[in-house]
Nanobody, 115 residues
């Protein structure tokens, strides 16, 4: 069973930057997209950024211009560069990789932005 492992979360001051990384423990074939979601307690998990196998990206309005998603299909890795972080970006961030059969999820990494 392939697992996704996130890293790079932590505590940062507002205006700072973090880079999240997500790596698959094995090969995932026929990837449709890779994405980052986030969730705060009591709220639904929301999509932050998505990148298709063809390289098309899409971002939540709240992070446009501040976050950048990138991927390496061959290595099955997806990163999220987060700049100019705000306290409202505080959440658990999850990566996901989807192929036609399975939607893989990581265990999540905490990002905390202090004001």
């Amino acid at each position: 069973q392939v697992q996704l492992v996130e890293s790079g979360g932590g505590l940062v001051q507002a205006g700072g930057s973090l880079r999240l990384s997500c790596a698959a423990s094995g090969t995932i074939f026929s990837i449709i997209y890779m994405a980052w979601y986030r969730q705060v307690p009591g709220k639904q998990r929301e999509a932050v950024a998505i990148i298709t196998s063809g390289g098309t990206t899409n971002y939540a309005d709240s992070v446009k211009g501040r976050f950048t998603i990138s991927r390496d299909n061959a290595k099955n890795t997806v990163d999220l560069q987060m700049n100019n972080l705000k306290p409202e970006d505080t959440a658990v961030y999850y990566c996901t990789i989807k192929n036609p059969f399975i939607n893989y999820w990581g265990q999540g990494t905490q990002v905390t932005v202090s004001s």
